[in-house]
């Protein structure tokens, strides 16, 4: 079926109806910037019609095109008829063409005048117009120019279409052909070389528009030449022979220093002379009707031996672009050589025999040397360690010594026919590698003096890796003769450093994972750490120390109350131990972790660990069992020296994950069972049970019976196993269970949370007390895992209590009470009129926190949920030099928070502070549960005053306070609000 005729749809396409349709920059320009409203045109929208659709019409025209509408001729053009105006563009636009500067030539008004006259188009061809060009000066170009009417409905003539056709390359084309026609014509009826220099200089100056003036200087000589490398031993004088369209007076009978210079470092080669490069000699540089000359080439003319007969200096016409004139002066080049190889030709023939006769005896010479010479490069080429290779300027290989053939695995004819079928190379190349291989080579016949390159051998048993260097021989005028290698075997230091890389990336990815973790679990732990420590604080302090003193609560019911804050307080103090523990892993990896060995009976001290998961047994339905095995009756234990921390570490562990797995079992048996037990010698694997973990590093344990102050013979060990109904585990979630980061399977993290380290501290911590742990496990019915540790029976002179005090730390310490038992310790100073702004997006942490502060007596309290509402709302307090209101004291800033953390927030408030929009210094405390040595830092180094990790007693927070409130005080603390109490 025939397809449908073209058409023109219905569709607007007038950008002075639509200012929208205007795409392109000038157009939009036109549109939406240019100010028609103060020109002799006026505004688009009273534009006639006509004017329009014309205007609409040269606008999509990529020639330069202008209308000069109206009998005073207002102009309005497209984008390609802004160069021709150059600075008048500015006021020529939508104005007459007198006012606008632009004016019009004379030939314009015959032109006007004749479409008038006769009513159609005129024309005027190659018209030589002057347009500026970047540096200021002005370039010579050639037009046609067309004038056509533009009629109106009744029939009398608006304006005219004025349309420019650039002519230049044209112009320029003929006027270069017509020099070398007049040349060649006139060179026929020379007869020696003085009349040829004559044909020259006159030709050049009467005949190109590209030459300004002309001057020849031939080359005399104190030795006869009888060959071209005489040439270059010969003394020169350059004599001036003819010269048009300059001063000669200011030029002597010989070539100024200068221009000796530049003729004595010619070749054949055409240079290229500038002012704007400080190459031009200043006598050069002369002034012409055209403008002062900036550049002149300087053509050296040789004879067919390439001996230099004469050198013709062209000063060009400033009004010209540079590299327009470089092809016709190669032209012209080829012209004068060929002109004297005519006029020479009878005496050159002689000059060539004696040379060939001299050349015969040098060649002959020269055979001799250069035999000796290959066998002496064949000798060190056959005892070279390195491989050495030889390609042609063509890109052939011409030599390959044994060492090199064996690096690729190739016989001598099989190395020369891959260079011949680069492809061949592929055999013993990757892809890759012969892609990249070929590439490097390639830089060396394209213009490189030298490359290295390293890439991979496949050989029959082994891949071997090969490094070399390359070098390109060139001649004097730069063409390559050959390229020439050497390649050596550097697999073992290649196979060093990948190890060496590979060790590298597996320990920053350890480190960084490390510490991801870390700041993972102590900003997650601590929040929630923080809200249940002032909780429990809150709890403490409305209940007195007597319980039987209450009137309102029966005394069972404060008892209940008193123990559950005592067990979270317990909680809190081992979780934050477990933080701890958890911030000083790098110990563990460079055996810095040391023990705290203490006095601790181990039934009891296992009674007392399960005590702390007892809300969370009954809210899972789990059922617990304390097993004592016989084997701790038979070997009678009883007060042990170990520790105690590390220990509670462990078992946390081992119970949280035990918990963890059976909440969610199918099994209708919800049952954690541990056992307990002993014995005198290191147990087996089978002995206990269950598969034992290898040992990670023997010497890490740090149990000693001498540094402990008893004998090797108390030394027993005790057996601790925890045994669960859940999930169970497969043999190939075993393999890697206790690896750092690692837990059973993918789903584990998102099924049940975690970081897969708790596992891996408890084996390392395991081992450190000299013993191991294991695992057995089967899906869907449970799991158990067993470990003994090394311990030694307590000397009756070293007896201790046998309950370990709850706020005893890892290292025996004891830390102060007031986050298991009420502080009696009440603020020394009042803090009711304090103005304090507390900004915390946790919204739990925000509530207890202002509970807490509200109870300690501070009235005047707000609030913000992340940086940028804290500053917006100081924009409201007195502390802003423009208002008088309340001040705020002192700020509490956490630092993770949402839209802007508080670092952030502390920068800008010291910057607002610093510039003055903020009147004086307003105290700030970070409260963070960003814990490491560096993260402190960071704060401090934003602008925070103090640093306050959670979790924290408030009372220690209160003493911050009255510590900056001293130092810093507000108004509001000038008038004695916060005098300590007496």
């Not at 390609?80 to 007459?96: D, K």
């Not at 960084?512 to 900003?523: I, L």
Request: aromatic share 6%; charged share 20%.
């Amino acid at each position: 079926m025939a397809s449908a005729e073209p058409h023109i749809t219905h569709q607007l396409i007038d950008w002075t109806i639509n200012p929208s349709l205007a795409v392109d920059p000038w157009t939009r320009y036109l549109v939406n910037d240019y100010p028609w409203q103060s020109t002799a045109i006026g505004p688009i929208v009273f534009w006639p019609s006509l004017l329009r659709s014309h205007a609409v019409s040269i606008m999509s025209n990529p020639q330069p095109r202008c209308i000069f509408w109206g009998s005073d001729f207002k102009m309005i053009y497209n984008g390609a008829w802004v160069r021709r105006l150059g600075e008048m563009h500015g006021t020529a636009l939508g104005n007459p063409v007198a006012q606008g500067g632009q004016g019009l030539h004379d030939y314009h008004y015959q032109q006007i005048r004749h479409t008038m006259k006769h009513g159609m188009a005129a024309t005027v061809r190659d018209v030589e117009l002057l347009l500026p060009v970047a540096d200021g000066r002005m370039e010579e170009t050639y037009h046609n120019s067309v004038f056509t009417p533009i009629t109106q409905d009744d029939g009398y003539c608006a304006g005219f279409m004025f349309e420019y056709e650039d002519t230049t390359p044209t112009v320029y084309k003929t006027n270069r052909d017509n020099v070398i026609a007049n040349i060649t014509q006139r060179v026929s009826r020379a007869e020696s070389l003085d009349a040829l220099w004559s044909i020259f200089v006159d030709a050049l100056h009467t005949k190109s528009d590209d030459v300004s003036y002309a001057m020849l200087y031939t080359v005399d000589r104190q030795a006869p030449i009888t060959g071209p490398s005489d040439d270059h031993l010969a003394s020169r004088v350059y004599s001036l022979h003819t010269a048009r369209g300059i001063d000669t007076s200011r030029f002597g009978p010989t070539a100024s220093t200068d221009l000796e210079s530049v003729f004595s470092s010619l070749e054949d080669n055409i240079i290229l002379l500038e002012s704007r490069g400080s190459t031009l000699p200043s006598g050069l540089s002369v002034d012409t009707p055209r403008g002062l000359v900036f550049s002149a080439y300087v053509i050296p003319v040789t004879s067919n031996l390439g001996a230099h007969l004469a050198h013709v200096v062209i000063g060009m016409n400033p009004r010209r672009p540079i590299d327009e004139n470089r092809t016709f002066v190669t032209s012209l080049q080829d012209l004068f050589v060929r002109s004297v190889a005519v006029v020479c030709l009878p005496e050159e023939r002689r000059m060539v025999e004696d040379a060939n006769f001299a050349l015969l005896d040098q060649l002959r010479l020269t055979r001799v040397k250069a035999e000796k010479n290959a066998e002496t490069f064949e000798r060190m080429g056959r005892n070279a360690p390195a491989g050495m290779f030889i390609y042609d300027g063509e890109g052939n290989a011409t030599y390959a010594n044994d060492a090199c053939l064996k690096l690729f695995g190739m016989t001598s004819a099989e190395w020369f026919d891959a260079s011949a079928r680069s492809s061949a190379f592929r055999r013993v190349l990757s892809e890759q590698d012969h892609n990249y291989s070929q590439g490097r080579l390639q830089t060396l016949f394209t213009g490189a003096m030298s490359i290295d390159y390293s890439f991979q051998v496949k050989q029959d048993l082994k891949t071997v890796w090969v490094e070399g260097i390359a070098f390109a021989e060139r001649d004097e005028t730069g063409n390559l003769v050959s390229v020439q290698g050497w390649v050596s075997d550097v697999s073992h230091r290649k196979f060093a450093e990948s190890i060496k890389d590979e060790r590298l990336q597996e320990a920053l990815a350890n480190k960084e994972a490390a510490d991801r973790f870390v700041d993972m679990v102590s900003h997650e732990v601590r929040n929630p750490l923080s809200s249940m420590l002032l909780l429990v604080e809150t709890i403490l302090s409305v209940l007195p120390s007597e319980a039987s003193t209450l009137t309102t609560l029966a005394p069972e019911d404060v008892a209940t109350i008193l123990s559950a804050a005592q067990t979270i307080a317990l909680c809190i103090h081992h979780q934050k131990n477990i933080v701890n523990d958890v911030l000083e892993l790098s110990k563990l990896d460079s055996n810095l972790m040391e023990l705290s060995f203490e006095s601790s009976r181990p039934l009891e001290f296992l009674e007392k660990n399960l005590q702390m998961f007892s809300a969370d047994l009954v809210a899972a339905n789990i059922e617990s069992i304390v097993q004592l095995l016989p084997s701790y009756q038979e070997t009678l234990v009883g007060a042990v020296l170990m520790d105690s921390s590390k220990m509670t570490q462990v078992l946390v562990n081992l119970l949280t994950n035990a918990i963890k797995f059976t909440r969610d079992t199918k099994s209708n048996t919800r049952k954690i069972t541990i056992s307990l037990g002993a014995s005198s010698s290191r147990p087996t694997g089978s002995e206990l049970g269950v598969h034992l973990v290898p040992l990670r590093d023997t010497s890490k344990a740090k149990v000693d019976a001498q540094l402990l102050g008893t004998h090797e013979a108390d030394a027993l060990f005790l057996h601790c196993s925890v045994a669960d109904t859940g999930c169970g585990l497969t043999p190939k979630e075993i393999s890697h269970l206790f690896e750092r980061f690692s837990q059973a399977s993918p789903k584990t993290h998102k099924q049940y949370g975690g970081s897969g380290l708790g596992l891996f501290i408890a084996r390392e911590l395991i081992e450190l007390h000299s013993g191991q742990i294991g695992v057995k496990g089967e899906p869907d019915v449970g799991s158990t895992f067993t470990f003994y540790i090394k311990v030694y029976r307590e000397p009756a002179t070293t007896a201790k209590s046998e309950i370990v005090q709850p706020e005893a730390n890892e290292r025996g310490t004891t830390r102060r009470k007031s986050s298991t038992q009420p502080s009696g310790r009440k603020a020394t100073f009042s803090i009711k009129n304090l103005h304090i702004h507390l900004v915390e997006d946790n919204l739990i942490t925000l509530k207890v926190m202002k509970l807490q502060l509200l109870k300690a007596g501070c009235k005047f309290l707000t609030t913000s949920e992340n940086g940028q509402q804290a500053l917006d709302d100081l924009a409201t307090s007195e502390l802003d030099a423009r208002r008088d209101s309340e001040p705020v004291s002192i700020i509490l800033l956490d630092c993770e928070m949402p839209i802007m953390d508080g670092l952030t927030c502390a920068r800008r408030i010291r910057e607002l502070e610093r510039i003055g929009d903020l009147t004086r210094h307003i105290p700030i405390i970070a409260i963070t549960a960003n814990a490491r040595p560096q993260q402190i830092n960071n704060a401090i180094d934003a602008g925070m005053d103090e640093v306050v990790t959670k979790p924290f007693d408030m009372v220690d927070l209160v003493d911050r306070v009255e510590a900056l409130i001293r130092k810093w005080p507000s108004r509001s603390d000038d008038r004695g609000v916060a005098t300590p109490a007496g």
